[in-house]
């Protein structure tokens, strides 16, 4: 996929912008606050319906500015055009998505429409915050490949909310709350099971994708690997799941009650990244950190092109700021050829190794949300 022409209003401090990309990798220059990240953030609204940096829609507008549209043009692999056209509007409060020239009736149908990989400094809480963090990380890419496992987190999100909120009021009416829990547990099974067993399988596919990814970052070998850590103790591709995952909500229905809230599911569920043996979150350094991290987003990148007809859009927003100049080429040279690449940086050393000579290639200066060619700057 690639994206042709964007063009943003009213976000954060672009007035009015519109970038004619290249094919290749797009450079954008400039210092903190000039607006760089917020091109990338409108990509990624644009194909996810989110920004990566936050998700609170009012504060992305435009100082004074009560609505911010972004629009995309898009090619894909056939050659076909596509186009991608947001709103968000003060009043009502909310986003309305148009695709080729169609209103989406749900946000979530866009995902996967248009496959994107980011990397930014927000995304370091995947390797160094807690387990929502990285089942998050997986679920997205799930998500972009299957539809109906979106559908399907959908769902038992809605049977999950139902049930914490029966246990909340569970001290009122004990006796009828139990008899109620029963009907959403067969709902929250159901859903359940299948999410266990699409996130079993991605781990399983995933890990050498994350292995070759890690060669490729460093050149000291480094032994990583994913565990998938269940809270559920059951064997999802079993027959009988559905069943086991209900009998096993039944025996924990006491702890439940007394704690207000659901304890087991895939919504406590870990997926665990070891390093050398040992969790990366507890015992790895600021520099293996990042490595990881960028062999994660790496991998995933590699992971939807191999699975889908459509190479994804890579964003790599800030990711040169603590990189000496050897660790900047490498990672250069690695995301050249990819795809369409758009990366952001404030470091003026980024330009000495970007393959500027290419046709596909192109580099831009921010200035306060305005964008210039860069010989216009020089």
Known sequence: ??????????????????????????LLLGENGAGKTTVLEAISLLCTSRSFVTHQDRSLLRREADRYQIEGWFTSTTSSRRSVSLVYDTDPGRKQIEM?????????????????VALSPQHRPITAGGPGERRSFMDF??????????????AYRRALRQRNALLADSDRRPADVRSTLEVWDASLAESAVRILRRRHRFVEEFVPYLLEAMR?????????????????????????????????????????????????????????????????????????????LISLKLAEYRYLHTH????????????????????????????????????????????????????QNMTLRLENGVVRELAEVA
């Open 1 to 26: 996929m690639i994206l042709n022409r964007l063009r943003i209003s009213n976000l954060r401090n672009h007035g009015h912008t519109e970038i004619e990309c290249p094919e290749g990798t797009l």
């Open 100 to 116: 080729d020239n169609a209103l989406l009736p749900a946000a979530a149908d866009l995902i996967g429409a248009f496959p994107l």
């Open 141 to 154: 890419i799930i998500s972009q490949l299957h539809h109906v496992y979106l559908m399907d987190l959908i």
């Open 216 to 292: 490729s970052v460093i050149v000291q070998r480094e032994e990583v690997a994913l565990r998938y850590i269940s809270s559920m103790e059951i064997d999802p591709f079993a027959e009988t799941a559905t069943d086991l995952y209900r009998e096993r909500l039944a025996l924990r229905m006491d702890t439940d009650i007394r704690r207000g809230t659901t304890t087991s599911g895939p919504h406590r569920d870990e997926l665990e990244i070891l390093l050398n043996g040992l969790d990366v979150r507890a015992q790895a350094s600021q520099g293996q950190h990042k490595t990881v």
């Open 308 to 359: 889908l007809d459509e190479p994804p859009i890579l964003l790599l927003d800030d990711v040169f700021s603590e990189l000496d100049d050897e660790r900047l080429a490498n990672v250069l040279q690695l995301v050249d050829g990819l795809g369409q690449t758009f990366i952001t940086s404030a470091n003026h050393a980024t330009l000495r190794f970007f393959p500027q000579g290419k046709a």
